[in-house]
């Protein structure tokens, strides 16, 4: 059975769109220039547009055109889960960039979680992490004192998590999620790719290890159009 031409067209586009002759985020050719390249009319070129938006592989804004939609990744919400596992889960390449690593004083967040004492100290590494090379998230963690080793580590290009279980056998099992709308300042603009302002989710975890002991207050800056949250 032949396909009607506005579905013939929608493939064709589909198979454009899978091999990267149009990428993520481009703008399509206008609907004029849609029929030349394919030789179809607009009644069929509106067609196969809508067929893709229906699919969710274009995105139409009203005045400026229509793009090629961007790729969502599944972020499942579960407690101590690391992001370099969940990004092995769903078929993409895990990346970090260590952009501070530093000893300083503790927020009043902090001081409570961890339980410190007023004239300690905690360990705070910031992270840039990457989806197949794309900025995604800016990972903010804070530890006891007693985490100064991780100092020493290399922790580019790597789970922090994992690490901290097969070479210093802490296993962070429990945790406290809570969920929140930000917006990104310039510095977070900066590292994420962004526009300053643009909506962020904030995920602020508290991880206790096999212990019960509180050992870490993770805060995550997530850009949001890039992934689907799943509970």
Not at 110 to 127: C, Q, S, W, Y
Not at 131 to 151: C, K, M, N, Q, R
Request: include cysteine; charged fraction near 30%.
């Amino acid at each position: 059975m032949t396909l009607p031409l506005y579905q013939q067209m929608a493939e064709l586009i589909k198979e454009d769109i899978h091999a990267g002759r149009y990428k993520q985020g481009q703008k399509l050719p206008t609907e004029l220039e849609l029929c030349e390249m394919y030789h179809v009319s607009r009644n069929t070129v509106r067609g196969a547009l809508l067929q893709l938006e229906k699919e969710n592989l274009l995105l139409r804004r009203q005045g400026k055109g229509t793009f090629v939609s961007k790729k969502k990744y599944n972020h499942h919400i579960v407690p101590a889960r690391s992001f370099t596992d969940m990004c092995r889960e769903i078929g993409c390449t895990p990346g970090a960039k260590v952009i501070k690593s530093v000893i300083k004083n503790p927020d009043e967040e902090d001081v409570t979680f961890l339980d410190l004492r007023p004239e300690a100290k905690i360990i705070a590494i910031e992270r840039i992490r990457f989806t197949d090379g794309v900025p995604v998230e800016l990972e903010i963690s804070h530890f006891p004192e007693a985490f100064s080793y991780l100092l020493d580590e290399d922790l580019n290009h790597c789970s922090m998590l994992e690490l901290l279980r097969e070479k210093y056998g802490v296993w962070f099992t429990k945790s406290r999620i809570s969920l929140e709308v930000t917006f990104a300042s310039y510095e977070m603009s900066r590292y994420l790719s962004v526009q300053r302002d643009y909506p962020l989710l904030l995920i602020d975890s508290e991880l206790s290890d096999q212990n019960g002991v509180p050992g870490c207050r993770c805060v995550q800056y997530v850009v949001g159009d890039k992934f689907k949250m799943i509970l």
